[in-house]
């Protein structure tokens, strides 16, 4: 059990280092951004894998959604749901303000 709970965990952080990486790529303040909210969240002892996968934004969304409801699942990692909210509303406002520009 105790194994399996430390994979869980080693997956939830791949994720989140992977989806702040792709972040990254749409935009370096975006990334920026996402990693003062997460703050010691973020598990910075852990390279990124998704060093050649392209990426889109609504990729970025999904890996911060998916993150919520792993949180959710697992009580080893409840005590970041609140930095993922705050992560996924910001890309939310970012998305907005994007289309605002484009549509401008």
């Known amino acids: 059990m105790r194994r399996r709970r430390q994979s869980e965990i080693d997956g939830f952080q791949q994720l989140l280092v992977d989806a702040v990486e792709l972040a990254g790529r749409v935009s370096p303040f975006l990334k920026r951004e996402l990693l003062s909210i997460l703050g010691s969240t973020f598990p910075t002892r852990i ?14 969304l999904g890996m911060f959604r998916y993150a919520r409801l ?9 005590a970041s749901r609140q930095q993922l909210d705050t992560c996924i509303a910001t890309l939310l ?5 994007d289309l605002d520009v484009r549509n401008h």
């Open 47 to 60: 390279t990124p894998s998704a060093s050649l996968q392209a990426t889109s934004f609504r990729t970025v």
């Open 70 to 78: 792993e949180a959710d699942r697992f009580s080893s990692l409840r």
């Open 93 to 97: 406002t970012y998305e907005n303000q």
